[in-house]
């Protein structure tokens, strides 16, 4: 059974950080790309960044490059997104995918919200 299980969302003050993780189970995990998502109210759901199967390649958002990291470690199968100078408009339900580098993923997570309000 594929399970992507997301956690580390909440409230933050902007400027602050969180680190998400996704922890991946069921598959292969270091022959996925990864990726983070997120969805805001009203807005339609957008790739905030991938990273390739063994970590070599990552790309982000124009919005979030220098703020946000995303890294993997295949040895405890997780994804994780380093998030810091959060902003108000950082707010949203981020997602975990694992799936082929170039197109939507195959497996999804069941998304963790981030808060960012003072």
């Known amino acids: 059974q594929v399970q992507l299980v997301e956690s580390g969302g909440g409230l933050v003050q902007p400027g602050g950080s969180l680190r998400l993780s996704c922890a991946a189970s069921?598959?292969?995990?270091?022959?996925?790309?990864m990726k983070w998502y997120r969805q805001a109210p009203g807005k339609e759901r957008e790739l905030v960044a991938r990273i390739t199967s063994f970590g070599g390649s990552t790309n982000y958002v124009d919005s979030v490059k220098g703020r946000f990291t995303i890294s993997r470690d295949n040895t405890k199968n997780t994804v994780y997104l380093q998030m810091n100078s959060l902003k108000p408009e950082d707010t949203a339900v981020y997602y975990c995918?694992?799936?082929?580098?170039?197109?939507?993923?195959?497996?999804w997570g069941q998304g963790t919200q981030v808060t960012v309000s003072s």
């Open positions: 995918g694992a799936g082929p580098w170039r197109l939507d993923p195959t497996y």
């Open positions: 069921g598959f292969t995990f270091s022959t996925y790309a």
